[in-house]
Every structure is written in C-alpha cells, then in structure tokens.
C-alpha cells in the first residue's frame, strides 16, 4: 500500500521538477518548488517522522517558500510576457554533465546494502528532548548563528545616510 | 523497499537540484536549486533515521532546515543588493570578476 | 756550478720583468741597451759552464716544487747534459748578437719597448725548454716561445695582414701544442712521471708499445708544427711579416729548432719503437725536398730563407731519423750560424732599398757594400755546403753520406741529395741576384759597428765551425762526436770506397746546384726566370688548401653550433616551448574563470563525479 | 666559530644598512669589502682555526642547523670569494647603480661564506638558495636591468636545487631509517649505505641542483643571458665566486653522501664537461658581443672544472678545484676588462672595436696578459689546474679527456680572434676619441689580479699542498676500491 | 550533554559575540574591537590550558590544540588590525559580532569529533562572510564577489549536508573517531566521505573546486580577506586533518586533488595580470601543498597542521599588507610604499618570498616538513611534483615584486603607525617562526 503512495509522491516530484526545469517565470518557479516540498512532508510521513513533517510544511513551505515570494516581489521583475531566454547560454556541456552524474550515481547506487526495515513511528516528544538533551550546546549554537543572521542582514541592507 | 524508494526520490530531487543550479540563467532558480538540495540531504537523514530507529536522523533534518533556511535569507538579502547595484538578476549581470582573456 | 743554473734562464726573464714593471720611465735606447746586457751575462754564464764542466756536463738544480699532487710530482728543475749545453750556447750567444744587431735595426720605430719585452722574454723561454728536466716543464717553455714568436711577429700590429700572420703562427703552432700535451697525458697515464730520467727508466722496464707509439706519432706531430715541417710548415713564410731579427732569431736559430731538439731529447721514446725512427727520417728528407723546391721559386728574399730554414731542419730530422742525432745537432749549430747571418744580412739588405722585399730589384750590391757581401757570401757559401770551405759541408753531407748505408735508406738518400742540388740553386740564385750583375743602388746606409761583430763573427762561425768533426777518412779533429758519444751514441760513419762516392756525390751535387743558379738568375733578369712557375711559387698550393678547407669549417662548425643549438634548440625549443606549454596550460584553464557562477558551480560538480568514480573503480 | 659566524652575518648587515641608504656609499661598502677580506685571510692561515665545530639552533627533527666546520678547501674558497667582493666593488666604482650592485655582492658573500663553513646540508641548501635569490637580484639591478634573464637565472638555480632538496631529503629519511638518527649532519649522512638504482636518481638529482650553477653542459643556458644582461663587474663576482658554490656542494657533500652512484656517473660527467668545454669555446668564438664572449669563455673552464670533478681521482679532483680558484682570478680580469671598456662606452659589439692598442696600450697589455690566461698559457695560473684535470681525467676516460684537450685549442683560436678584434689592426673611425687609457687606480687593481694570476700559475703548491683530503675518508676509500689509481 | 571543559573557549567567544551584537544597539560600537580581542586572546589561553581533554563530542588533540590557539591569536591581531581600517568605521559592533561568531564556527571546525557539530561549525563559519564580503561602504565587486560566495558556499554546505545524512544512513553514528563509527564501510559511507571532502576542498579551494577563489580575491575588501584567509581556511584544514585522520581510505582522492591543485595553482597563476588574481591562484597551489600532507599518513597529519598554521601566518602577513594599499590595485607599488611605509614593504616582500618557500623563511620549512613526509611514505613523485611546484612559483611571485608600478597620488596610502608593530612582528614570525616549531610539535 505505501509503495503505492511513494510512487505517487515520486511522480508529483518528478513533474514539479522538469516544470522547474523549463519554467520562465520565477514565481511559476517558487509555485512548482511549494508543490514538491508538500509531496516531501507525505514522504516524511510514511518515513516516521510526523513531527518534522509538520515542520516542512510550517518552516519549509510557510517562511522559505514566502521568503522567495517576497524576494521576487522585491526584485520588481516586470510581468513579462516576452521571449525571456531559460538557459544560459553554454547548454550542452552540463547537460552531458549532468547524465554522467546520473549514471554514476546509479553505478553506486547498485552495489548499496538492502535495507529491507519496518518503520517505527518517532513523536515530537523524543525529538524534542534529543533537542535539548544531548544536541542543546548545538541548538544553541544555532541560535547564536540566528542572531548572527539577523545581524548580518541588518548590515548588508544598510543605506548610507543611516547611521548606527 | 520503501526505503530504496525513498533514496531514489533523494537522488532525483539532488539532479534536479544541480540541473538548476548549472543550468537556469535567473539567480532565484539558483537558490532554488539549493534548497532542493538541503531537501535531498533531509530524505536521506529520514531514511537513516528510520533504517536505525533513532532520533538523530529527525534532528539533522531540523538543523539542515534551520541553517538552510539561514543561508537562504543571507543569499536573497545579496540578491536584493546585486540586483539594486548591478542592475539584474541573472547569471550574465554578475560576470565584472572574471579573468581577462586577452585576445 | 750547479746552484748558479738558474741565473742562465733567469737573466733575460728578469729583463723582460724590469722592463714590464719600469719599462715606461725609461727611454727606449736606454731599455734596448739593459735588454741586450741580459743574454750578455746569461752568455757569460754558459761560458763558465763551458769551462768548468765542458768535459761532460751533468748539472742538475731543482729550484722549487712546481706540483706535486698523490703519487705525481714535477718541479722547476734545469739540467744541463751535452745536448742542452749546446742548445743554450746558441740560445744565449746567438741571442746576444741579435739583440746587440737590433739596437741600431729598430731604433726610431713604434713599440720599440715591447719588441725588447718579448725578445728577452722569448730568449728566457727558449733556455726553460733547453733545460727542463722534466716534460712540464718543457712545454711551458714551449708555450713562452710560441706566445713570443706570435707577439713579435705582429710586431708592427698596425697593418691587418701582420696581426693575422702572427695569429695564424700561433694557433697553427698550437695545434703542435695540443697534440704534445696529449702525449704528454699518455705518458702520464702509462708512467705516473714527467721526469726524463725516471721516464726513461720506467719505459724501459715496461715499454708498452701501444701507448709509445702513440705518444710518439703525437710528440712528432708537435715537433713537425713548431719546426715547421711538413705539412704544418704554412705559418713560417707568413711570419716572416715580423722584424727581421726577430726571423733571425726565431725562425732560423732557436725556436724552430725546438721540435729537433725535443726529438733528440726524447730519442729512447721514438727508439723503443721500431720503424718510428724511419718515419722521421721520411719526413725530414720529404720536407727537405719540399722546401728547397719551393725556396729555389721565390722572389721574396726572406721567403727564400724561410723556405730555406724548412728545408735545413728537415735535414735535421732527417738526421736523428737515421739513428744519427749528434749529426742532427751538428747541423743544428752550424744552421743557426749561418742563417742568422743570412737573415741579419737580408735584414740591412730591405733597409737598403727601403722596405722592398723583391729580389728581382735588386741588383749589384757588392760595390756599395762589400763587407754585408762578403759575410752575405760566407753564409751562402755555408746554406750551400760548397765543399771544405764551408761548415754544412762537414754537417749536411755526413748526414746525406750516413742515410745511404742505414738499413731503408736509400730513398732518403736520393731525396736529401737532390734536397742538396736546390739549396745550391736557391742560394747562390738568391746571391747572384742581389749582389752581382748591373747595379740599382739603394740608399746609402752605414752600419755601425753593433751590426758589423754580429755579421763578422758569424760570417767566421760558418766557415770554421765545421771542422769540429771532419768526415771519416779525413785528417783533423773529429772531437764532436765522441763527445756527444756517451750521451748520443756514435752515429754509423761509412767507409772504404763507398765513403769516398758519397762524398764526392756531394761535392759534385752542390757544383751542379751552383752552375744552374747562375743561369737562373741571368734568366730571372730576363724576367724568364723561376718564378713563374706558378706551383713552386706558392709551395705547392698547400697554404692556399689548408686555409680554405680548416678555419672556414671551424668557423661554420661554431655558426652552427651556436644559431642551431643555443638559440634554436636551448632557448627556442626547450624555454620556449616550456614557456608556451604553460602559456597554452593557463589559457585552458581561463576558461573555467570567466566570472559565470553555473560555470564554478559545474566545476564543482565535475570534481563530485571525478571523485565518485575514483570511488567506484578503486576505492570499493 | 665566532669569527666564521662574523664572517658570513656582517655582509647581510652591511647591505641592509646599504639599501637603506639614499645615495650610493662606495667607501662604506669598500670597507666592509676589505674586512671581509681580512677576516678571511685570518680565518684561512689563523693556526687552529680550522676544524672547530660549532652546534646552534637546534630543531628536534632536522638536527642543529647553525653548525659550522672550518676545513681546508672551505676556508679556501672562502678567501677566494672574499678577495673577489673588493675587486668587483672595484670596477664598479662609477655605474650609476653601484648600490643596488654593492648590496646583491655583500648579500652573495654572505651566503657564500654561509656554504663553505656549513657542516650540515640543510644549512648548505639554504644558503645556495640566497645566493641564487641574491645573484637573480644582481642581474636584475645591474645592467641591462632585464627581467627575463634574471628570472631565468634564478628559475635554473630553483628548479635544479628543489631536486637536490628532494633527493638530500630522501638520503636523509633513508639515513634516519637505518640509523634511527634524523640528523642533516653531513658526517653522520655521509654512511648512509643506498641501494645501486635508488642511488643513481637521487645523484642525478643532486648533480641537477649543483651543476647548474656551475654551468655543466645541458644545464649552461642561463650564464649566456645572465652574464650578458649583468653589468660586467657584476659579473666579475657571479662568474668568479658563486659558481663556486656548486662544485664546493658537489666536493663536500654530493659525492660523500652517494659515492657508489658518483663512481658510475663519473664517465657521463666526464663526457658532459668534455661536450660543454668544446661547446663553450665555439660559442665564445661566435658571440656577438663582448660580454657574451667573456660568459662563453666562463662557461667553458667551468665545464673543464666539471670534468675534473667528476674524473673522481686524486690529480683530477685538486686541478679541478686549483682551476675553480684560478678562474675564479682569471674570469675577473676578462670581465674587468670588460667593465673597464663599457666605462670608456664602448658597447662591445665587435663593430665599434678594433686598433684599440693604439690609444690604450697599457689595456691592452693587461688585456692580452688576461686572455693568456685564459688561453691556459703555462706560468699562469690556469696551466696547473688545467693539466691536472685533464691529466687525471685521461686516466679514467681518455678519449673524452682528448675531446676535452682540443677545448683547449679552440679556447687558443676564439681569443686570439677576439684580441684582434678589439686591439689590432687598423685603428676603428668610430671609437670615440676622448678615449682615456687606464687611470692609476684601475692599473693598480690590474696589477693586484695580474701577480696573482702570475703566482698560481708559477707556485701552485701554496693551495695544492693546503687542501687536505679532498674526498671525506669514507667515500675516498670506496672509490679507491674500485682502482681509480687514487 | 553537559557542560564540559572543553566548551570553555567556545563559550567565551559566543558571550563576546552577544555583547558585540548588542553594543551598536547602545552606540558603544567603538570599544568592541578591543572585547572581541581580549575574548579572543581569553578563547586562545582556554585552550591552550585545556590541552588533550576529550569532551562529549569536542576533542582538543595535538593538532586541534595547535591550530585553535592559532585561530584564537589570529582572529585577536585581526581585530585589533581592524580597528584602525576605515571600513569598521560603521556598525563596528555587529562587524565585530559576526567575527567572533566566525571565531566560534572555526574553533568548532577545528576540534569536532561529531558530524553534525562540524555542519554547524561550518555553517557558522561560513555564513558571516556573506555579510563581511559585502561590507558596507566596500563597492559593487565587493557585493559580486559576496553573492558568488554566498551562492557556492550554499551549494557546498548542501553537499556537506548530503555527505552527513550518507555517513548517517550508512553507519548509524555521527562521530568521526574510527572506534566509535567506521564511515567508509559500505557505499553509502564512502559516498557521504567523498561530499565531505569535496565541501572541504571547495572551503580550501583545492583544483576541482577552485574556480571560486580568483574572483572572490579580486572582488572582497582586504581587511576581510584576512580573515578569510588567515582564519576561515585554516579551520578547514583542521577539520579536513580529523576527517583523514579518522578515514585512511581518503588518501588516494587527497593525492589526486593535490597534484591537480599543485598543477592548476601553478599554472594559473603564470599569467595572471591582476595582482589579487595571482594570490587567489597561488591560494590554491597552497592547498594542494596541505593535501599532499594529508595524503600520506600519520607524519604527514603532523606536517599538515603545521602548514595549515604557516599558511594561515604568511596569508595574514600578505593581506595586512595590502590592506594599506588602495583597494584596486593591480600591482604593488613598491617605490611609494618603500618610501612611506618602509617596514610594510618589508613585510609584503618577506611574506611573498615565504609564500614562495625562500629558505630561511618559515613558508620553506613548512614546505620542507611536507617534503620529508611525503618522502618518509615513498610517495616520491608528489614529493617531486611539490618541489617543482615551488620552484616554479617563484616565476610569479617575484614578477610581483620586481614589476614596476608607480601610485598615482601617494596620499591614497592608507598610513597607520600602528601597522608598523603588526608589520614588524610579522618579519619577526616569518624570518624565524621555525624556532617556535619545537613548542609546536613537543
């Protein structure tokens, strides 16, 4: 019955994908990637982990995804409807590249170890604690890396006439 | 086999996620194709996770969103300031560093 | 005696050092004064040692260690034994006579300092060669001579053709050098020592033929190139560019007789080898042949002497050749005595008619100087060995009458006996020419009493320096070869009636020469004369050949050399090509640089799949 | 080892002092010059000097690195570099860049006399590469100032030496395998017992670093652009002493530490000296100019040093190193001629010269005595080292120590050529008449460079007898095993 | 897991960065470069007395030690270098936060024996730069070279984080020490091994990954390229020496990548015109040095932390020097700055010379540690490939110094009498910081 499910889940990726692929439009972009994150949060479902799958969707899908949205908002890109060109202009060269990544990822993807396992379910409640049991100094460090972040943006957006 | 399934999905969101960055002309798709990436990085953390039973894989997916999520913030403030200084948002707008090929 | 040895070389090398460091703050008349004391005193030393140990001299000193490194040593060492006391009495008292004749010859001309620097200089060389005790030794003298016979001949620099004659005597000398010093590495390599005594000791205990041989083909070589045989005998007429005493001394009585000393010297090395000793003969009569024919065509009057000086020491080789070195060094002493003479003469003869050289000018000089005649014809009478009365006849014909009963020597003797018939032509041509028939006067020119002793004493030397060993058979003193016997050996002497043929095919030889140079001098007149023969002329073709085929190969060799292989090959091909090679590298590598992010970013991912692959093919 | 430690620290000082300096100060440096000389000569016939070993600096894996050892051919050596820094200082009294020049010699010396007391090979290594850095700067500030020769002198001299540093360092982790002592000493890597392949390379390596300076034949193509590009008097001390140091480093330290491998090489270096005399001298004989002539003719007694030193037996060996000191003199007459002509300006192409002997006889003089010199005319001082070189060579490999005699023929040719050139013949119309012969001050220092030539060539024994045993005991009698009649 | 010594120095440095942080809110922006040194040099003592202690996943071993003390110093001269530089003038306070956050990240880097604690050590790293690149008041490259970095740094700390969640899946444990967890066992393992290494050598700029390096040396202000430099690359060749450490099997990649970084550095940096350009290319033949290190073993782990810390001193000297210069020269001014700043230009000359590996400099005994090695694992042709490289190297280096470019107003030196200090003891470090080497290894 999963199999079922993941198959489905793998399709929707797929074609979000290749529609990112070939997309013009940078928002149509940032719609496609929403739809595969969505698909990924099932995906994290079945793999046991409800609770970071609640957290794709709020953190992933609610502040990344609209982060972009207001970044393209803030570009200003006009509404275009002409000819924008997708691809740069050296095609072919990653593109061949990038089979030969695909295969060699496919070579080493066939000498792996079964992993034939059933699945426990793991709550938010062990996360939770490992967060601020063993990993705290970790999570902490985090968040001094958040601060940081804040800082840094605050910095690089800094006009000229405002002085601190 | 849902596991292996899982891992193909990881290895199709990661070519995707290097086609963008290689391919795409526009800066957003860049960023985009890092983010599918950090995806990729969160299934195979999930399916490590499940293959062990323990809790660390779920802790490694919420770190990579966290500092993914924190690199992405930094990189789109960039974009905001290279759009406003080099007047574009594309791969061919950010090439004044190169080297100078004489002839 | 033996500590005051060094005094003899040492005089005129302290000389040339007097006037190099002083030279400046004196006048020239005063440097050529204290120039010509300095043979003087080395004559007066030779002198004493006459005396005191003229019986049989066998001084040795050793002054100072020269080098000495493991098991090799040779040191600054003289020895004077019969042979080298007779070499340096020439050195130093014929070197005398010419400098005291060069004080009044060259007086008023440029350079006058440094013509005196290199004559005594070359006079100190020419006694270290005499009386080294060792091979080293020897060849620095030989060097010194060959470095002063090339400064003298481009005396007068100024005129390009000088400097080039002096050049070409040097190098072609030189060549000589290189070929001695190579069998001196062969000795070296076989002996382990430079000294003659030890040297010869060692070879007799372990002669190796193979290594003799060699070293003795080499040794001649360098003999034939400094005593100007055949075939290295091309610089000797050039250099006659040089003064004319510098001819005298150089070219006629002691540098060119180098070579034959040095054969005397090394006689064991060239007798442990049979048919060495023949070889040396062959050369010395061909040469002599060789030159007479060419001098008999001349009309240069100096290249007459030289081509005259090449075909006396020919005589010389051929005269150790035969196993008869003491005739050899016989003829050596009577040759310097004459040939000075004829070159001092011809030198004041050129003065007369300011500086032309051709023969074919001149004419009837005996009115207007009769006492350079008279001396001119003592010399002449001595080049043609005129029987009895003159001293080669003593030398020249011993050494002709002794080659025809050594075993193989009949060719040599044919070749020395019509050598003998040219020296006649070309002498008395030379004197018919310039002194009898219708007088050109030339400009009055006094000689001073400085020139007058040299030319009389040895005008007197030519004549009477041969009865020191009359031929066998004869009455009178025969002290030179027994004196030279314990040293030397005693040369084979002919008897009975084949004695009394060669000697009268001598006598009659030098007649013949002399009628047919008084009809060649009566058609030179005509203008009909000799001359003309175009092959004789230019002594075979051989100086034309020689510079036509060697230095423009060496020059074309370093050309090529230099153009094909130091520029093209070093600093084209290889920095060059290093250089583009890396030049070509970055280019391809800027390419992954030109500023495009996707560009980095695949460059990455290209490094991700290299990696991975290394993984799959090595590391699983 | 106070004195020695003086000796090499003081040049550094000076130059430092000297670049700091706005305007050139030639009697400052001409003292520090002179004193060196002094303390040389002290340090040479000083009883009791030699020998005594210093330890400093030490560093737990690479052994002390401040350890000093006064030999025979060392402070020799030294002497000879230490009378070269005044001569060079000398004849570049009047360049305008005299301070940029005076500071690269001092710097040179310094590191020259670093190599001749070094005891332990690191020491060694690192002070070739200042001389070569120091030297590159020389060529650069003097001159026709070019870049592109100064870069290729130095690229020569780095790449060769890194290999010597590679193959010294392998030499050194062999040693410290076998031993279990991780020292550069030269005394203890001296036994090191290296199998036959290995052996080879790692010489060939180390002959790489060393030959180059001293040009040995494949190796010889920067002294042309080098010398030709550095102003003469500049030359004067690169081709005088720091040529030295390569054959000093291939005596004192290559050849003990790899004896095996040297014996086998010693044919092929015998070969490649014999090949680059013959090919200095043609090349000295087609220069264009007179700078290029005096480096070809450099070139070509090096490669005869070169033939002597890898003959690897006894009279070879000790020409070779008196004919290193007697070039060393003889190399600074021909260049100081030269310097001496470009300071009258003339340019040295051979079409400006020629009848120079007229207006300037007593250069010409010192000219001609010089190129005698150089010619190997015996009495002077290359004869003895020459002979001994080839002389012991014979016995190893004859008919390339014949090939290497004909070198001394061709050197006959190509400078006679050249003094006609320059000197005889009819007087040039463009040389410029306000000729000057030698002043007083340049006669003098002819006369210092021309007794001394004068007196090697007559006493040799004075530095033959004092060299002590050239090849370290060791290594002396491996060689001797194999019957090169030591 | 609680609190243990180990953490000390990180503690420190973190409270510094709040303090920092929170101090241009209360316009005392002026004194925080002095806090973050002193803190600093506080981090740097910590270490120094905490000396082999092995926390629950911070491990201070010989090498950690060595480099963490380094880092700490490093970061404290760089402060106070800063403080006297125009470019701190505004928001010094947060300027000053995100380096010490930078500091942490790298202390982390150097000493995490846990996967996860090396992410975010790198990410901490990491990050900050994005925002120094583009300092403001540092021009419009700045910003270019800023974004590039932002976007590929990205891109590596995603594979870094694929390479975690591989080593994960395969072996159940994130710690690095081999007892603890065998990463390369199986494929996944060694797929996870192989991100990592190619994350690390992007960080260091080694061959397949160098394209970043010229562009971001161009563009970037020079004060922060010294901390770019002389700290962030450091840290990362602490975390690359424990990785090898614990995976033997990564020996055959790190020489593959050596000799190409050796090659290409080399290469590249024949012609580069723009003087940055050319240190950026020589940056990495430097890293290919370091991996030749790595690639050997047990010694050559010792060899690499030393010149990982020779590296990081001669890039400090290098940048500090051309910070005084005017942002976009093209070349060094040598009679100006010869004039005006005659210690600087020794400095500059020396380091470049030590970059180069000039012997008695301490960039050649580096090299020479290297050497002995490689040569200690027979691994001849990389020792041969290092010589070479070095001694071509000189070919560009000393083209820097000998070619001569005039400044066009001399006033636009920046002058500082304090730059002379730094400069000296820079000399005095690079002419004779071997004789610190015995404390460094005993």
């Known amino acids: 019955m999963t199999i079922f499910l993941i198959l489905l889940l793998l399709l929707i990726i797929l074609t979000a994908g290749a529609a990112l692929l070939v997309v013009r439009d940078p928002m149509h972009g940032a719609v496609n990637l929403g739809v595969s994150l969505l698909a990924l949060s099932i995906l994290f479902l079945v793999l046991g982990a409800p609770f970071v799958a609640a957290l794709e969707v709020m953190l992933y899908v609610g502040a990344i995804l609209v982060l972009f949205l207001f970044a393209i908002m803030l570009l200003r890109t006009p509404l275009t409807t002409w000819e924008e060109p997708r691809w740069r202009r050296g095609f072919w060269w990653p593109a061949v590249l990038m089979v030969l990544l695909t295969a060699v990822l496919i070579l080493l993807f066939s000498r792996r170890p079964d992993l034939m396992v059933v699945i426990q379910e793991i709550g938010p409640g062990t996360v939770g604690r490992a967060l601020f049991g063993p990993y705290l100094w970790l999570t902490e460090a985090v968040a001094l890396l958040l601060f940081a972040v804040i800082a840094a943006v605050l910095a690089i957006h800094r006009r000229d006439d405002h002085d601190a | 086999m849902t596991l292996e399934l899982a891992l193909v999905i990881a290895a199709l969101l990661f070519v995707i996620g290097m086609a963008l960055i290689i391919l795409r002309r526009n800066l957003i798709f860049l960023l985009l194709g890092i983010e599918l990436l950090f995806n990729a990085a969160m299934v195979i953390a999930l399916a490590g996770g499940a293959r062990w039973h323990s809790v660390t894989g779920q802790v490694l997916v919420v770190f990579m969103m966290v500092l993914s999520g924190a690199a992405l913030a930094l990189t789109l403030a960039l974009l905001l300031r290279v759009k406003q200084e080099l007047g574009g948002d594309t791969v061919d707008d950010l090439r004044q560093l190169r080297e100078e090929v004489d002839e | ?620 | 080892m106070i004195l020695v430690t003086v000796l090499i620290v003081l040049p550094w000082v000076a130059a430092l002092w000297l670049s700091a300096q706005k305007q050139s100060d030639q009697y400052f440096a001409m003292s520090i010059a002179l004193l060196e000389l002094l303390l040389a000569l002290i340090q040479r016939f000083a009883p009791g000097a030699s020998g005594t070993l210093g330890h400093a600096l030490h560093i737990p894996y690479l052994g002390s690195l401040w350890t000093l050892h006064a030999g025979p051919l060392g402070s020799t050596l030294a002497l000879l570099c230490a009378l070269l820094i005044p001569v060079s200082l000398a004849f570049a009294w009047r360049l305008p860049e005299f301070r940029a020049l005076a500071s690269a010699v001092l710097v040179m010396s310094g590191a020259l006399f670093g190599i001749f007391f070094a005891q332990n090979v690191l020491m060694f290594y690192i002070f070739y590469e200042i001389l070569a850095l120091a030297g590159a700067f020389l060529i650069l500030r003097s001159g026709h100032k070019s870049r592109a020769a100064a870069l290729q002198f130095l690229l020569y001299t780095f790449v060769g030496s890194l290999l010597f540093l590679v193959a010294l360092v392998v030499v050194y982790v062999l040693h410290g395998q076998q031993t279990g002592i991780y020292n550069f000493s030269i005394l203890q890597l001296a036994d090191t017992r290296i199998s036959g392949g290995l052996g080879i390379w790692l010489f060939l390596g180390m002959v790489a670093g060393l030959a180059v300076k001293m040009p040995v034949f494949p190796l010889h193509s920067w002294a042309g652009t080098g010398y030709g590009n550095a102003a003469p008097a500049g030359s004067v001390f690169l081709s005088g002493a720091a040529v030295t140091a390569g054959a000093y480093g291939l005596i004192h330290f290559a050849i003990p530490m790899l004896p095996q491998a040297a014996l086998e090489f010693a044919p092929v270096g015998i070969i490649l000296g014999a090949i680059g005399t013959l090919y200095g001298a043609f090349l000295a004989l087609n220069a264009a100019n007179l700078r290029l002539f005096a480096a070809w003719a450099s070139v070509s007694h090096m490669n005869l040093v070169a033939l002597g030193l890898f003959a690897l037996q006894t009279q070879a060996i000790h020409g070779s190193v008196f004919l290193l000191i007697a070039h060393g003199v003889v190399s600074a007459g021909l260049f100081g001629v030269v310097s001496i002509m470009e300071s009258r300006g003339l340019t040295g192409e051979w079409s400006g010269l020629g009848g120079l002997f007229r207006r300037a006889p007593r250069l010409g003089a010192w000219m001609l005595f010089f190129f005698l010199a150089g010619m190997g005319l015996p009495g002077l001082a290359n004869f003895p080292g020459e002979f001994l070189s080839l002389a012991g060579s014979f016995r190893v490999l004859p008919w390339a120590a014949g090939l290497a005699t004909l070198g001394i023929l061709a050197g006959v040719v190509y400078f006679l050529r050249a003094y006609e050139r320059i000197m005889l013949g009819p007087l040039n119309g463009t040389l410029p008449d306000n000729l000057v012969d030698l002043r007083q001050s340049e006669w003098l220092l002819f006369w210092v460079l021309g007794l001394l030539t004068l007196w090697l060539g007559l006493d040799p024994q004075i530095i033959l007898a004092h060299l002590g045993t050239l090849l370290s005991i060791h290594s002396g009698d491996v060689i001797a095993g194999v019957g090169h009649g030591l | 897991m609680a609190y243990s010594p180990t953490l000390l120095p990180l503690l420190i440095v973190a409270a510094a960065a709040l303090i920092a942080f929170l101090a241009d809110a209360l316009r005392l922006g002026r004194l925080m470069p002095w806090l973050g040194g002193i803190s600093s040099i506080a981090a740097a003592a910590s270490i120094f007395v905490e000396h082999m202690a092995l926390g629950a996943d911070l491990y201070w071993d010989l090498s950690a030690t060595l480099l963490g003390v380094y880092l700490s110093l490093a970061m404290a001269a760089g402060l106070f270098f800063i403080t006297f530089h125009p470019l701190s003038r505004k928001m010094t306070g947060s300027l000053v936060g995100l380096l010490l956050t930078m500091l942490a990240g790298s202390l982390i880097l150097v000493s995490a024996q846990n996967l996860l604690l090396m992410f975010v050590g790198l990410d901490l790293q990491v990050l900050p730069f994005f925002a120094l690149l583009a300092w403001p008041g540092s021009g419009r490259a700045a910003v270019e070279s800023a974004f590039k970095y932002a976007v590929l740094a990205g891109l590596a700390s995603a594979q870094f984080a694929i390479g975690i969640a591989l080593i994960y899946l395969g072996d159940g444990s994130l710690a690095v020490i081999p007892p603890m967890g065998d990463m390369t066992s199986n494929v996944f393992g060694l797929m996870g091994v192989l991100a990592l290494l190619a994350a690390l050598s992007f960080e260091i700029a080694a061959a397949p990954f160098h394209a970043w390096v010229a562009d971001i040396y161009q563009g970037a202000p020079a004060p922060f390229l010294i901390f770019l430099g002389g700290v962030a690359k450091v840290a990362i060749m602490g975390a690359l020496i424990t990785l090898v450490a614990a995976t033997p099997k990564l020996e055959i990649p790190i020489a593959v990548i050596a000799a190409t970084s050796i090659v290409v550095g080399n290469v590249l940096a024949y012609r580069a015109g723009h003087l940055r350009r050319m240190l950026g290319y020589s940056a990495i033949a430097h890293a290919g040095y370091f991996l030749a290190a790595l690639a050997v073993g047990p010694l050559g782990i010792i060899a690499g932390a030393i010149y990982a810390l020779v590296y990081g001193l001669m890039n400090m000297g290098t940048f500090m020097g051309l910070s005084a210069l005017p942002e976009n020269s093209i070349a060094i001014p040598w009679a100006t700055l010869r004039e005006r700043q005659p210690v600087l230009a020794g400095l500059l000359g020396l380091t470049l010379l030590s970059l180069a590996g000039m012997p008695p400099s301490i960039g050649f005994f580096a090299k020479l540690l290297v050497i002995i090695a490689d040569v200690h694992d027979q691994a001849y042709w990389l020792a041969i490939l290092i010589a070479l490289g070095s001694a071509f190297s000189f070919a560009y280096y000393l083209s820097t110094l000998w070619k001569p470019s005039v400044l066009s107003n001399p006033d636009r030196l920046l002058q500082r009498r304090s730059w002379e200090t730094f400069a000296a003891l820079g000399i005095l470090i690079l002419l004779f910081g071997w004789l610190l080497a015995p404390l460094g290894i005993v």
């Open chain 3, 1 to 620: 005696m033996n500590e005051w040895l060094f005094l003899i070389p040492g005089f005129p090398l302290l000389g040339a050092l007097l006037n190099g460091i002083f030279g400046e703050h004196f006048s020239p008349r005063q440097i050529g004064r204290m120039a010509a004391t300095m043979p003087f005193l080395s004559t007066l030393v030779v002198f004493a040692v006459w005396m005191t140990h003229g019986r049989d001299p066998n001084l040795h000193e050793q002054v100072w260690t020269w080098i000495s490194v493991g098991n090799f040593q040779a040191n600054i060492g003289f020895h004077v034994d019969q042979v080298t006391l007779v070499m340096i009495s020439i050195a130093s008292f014929v070197g005398f006579l010419i400098h005291l004749f060069s004080q009044q010859y060259l007086n008023g001309d440029y350079g006058e300092r440094r013509y005196y620097f290199y004559l005594n200089l070359f006079v100190g060389g020419m006694l270290i060669l005499t009386m080294a005790d060792n091979l080293l030794l020897l060849y620095l003298g030989w060097e010194t001579v060959g470095l002063c016979s090339y400064a003298l001949v481009a005396h007068w620099y100024r005129k390009q053709e000088n400097a080039w004659a002096g050049r070409k005597a040097f190098v072609v000398t030189r060549i000589g050098d290189t070929a001695l010093a190579l069998a001196i590495f062969i000795l070296f390599a076989e002996y382990h020592t430079l000294n003659y005594h030890t040297l010869f000791a060692a070879m007799a205990a372990r002669p190796d033929q193979l290594a003799l041989t060699i070293a003795g083909i080499l040794v001649l070589i360098g003999a034939i190139a400094k005593s100007a045989q055949f075939p290295l005998h091309i610089w000797l007429p050039d250099s006659m560019a040089g003064p004319s005493t510098v001819s005298a001394l150089i070219h006629a009585a002691t540098m060119v007789t180098a070579g034959v000393y040095l054969c005397i010297r090394l006689y064991p090395v060239f007798a442990a080898v049979p048919g060495m000793l023949w070889v040396i003969g062959l050369s010395g009569a061909f040469t002599a042949l060789y030159a007479a024919s060419c001098g008999i065509a001349q009309v240069d009057i100096k290249r007459v002497l030289a081509y005259s000086t090449i075909s006396q020491l020919g005589y010389m080789f051929l005269g150790v050749g035969i196993a008869a070195p003491s005739l050899g060094l016989f003829h050596l002493l009577v040759h310097a005595c004459f040939k000075a003479l004829l070159f001092m003469g011809a030198g004041v003869v050129i003065l007369i008619y300011s500086d032309n050289h051709d023969i074919r000018q001149m004419g009837g000089l005996k009115k207007q100087q009769p006492f350079l005649r008279w001396t001119f014809l003592a010399g002449i009478f001595a080049l043609a060995a005129v029987p009895v009365i003159s001293a080669s006849f003593y030398s020249k014909d011993a050494i002709i009458a002794t080659a025809f009963i050594v075993p193989g020597g009949k060719l040599l003797w044919v070749l020395a006996l019509l050598g003998a018939v040219f020296t006649a032509i070309y002498a008395f041509r030379l004197y018919f020419l310039v002194f009898e028939g219708p007088e050109k006067p030339g400009e009055p020119y006094q000689m001073g009493w400085g020139m007058k002793i040299p030319l009389g004493i040895l005008a007197v030397a030519s004549i009477g320096i041969g009865w020191l060993q009359f031929p066998p058979g004869w009455p009178g003193p025969k002290i030179w070869l027994p004196w030279l016997a314990p040293e030397l050996g005693m040369p084979p002497a002919p008897s009975g009636d084949v004695n009394i043929f060669l000697q009268v095919a001598g006598s009659v030889a030098t007649l013949i020469g002399i009628a047919i140079a008084y009809k060649a001098a009566q058609w030179e007149r005509e203008g009909r004369g000799l001359s003309r023969i175009a092959f004789l002329f230019n002594a075979w073709f051989f100086d034309r050949i020689f510079l036509r085929i060697f230095p423009p190969i060496w020059y074309a060799f370093a050309h090529i050399l230099d153009r094909l292989i130091e520029q093209g090959g070093f600093q084209l091909m290889l920095l060059g090509g290093l250089r583009d090679g890396f030049g070509l590298g970055s280019r391809a590598l800027e390419a992954g640089e030109n500023g495009l992010i996707s560009r980095y970013a695949s460059g990455m991912i290209l490094g991700l799949v290299v990696l991975l692959f290394i993984a799959w093919g090595y590391l699983l």
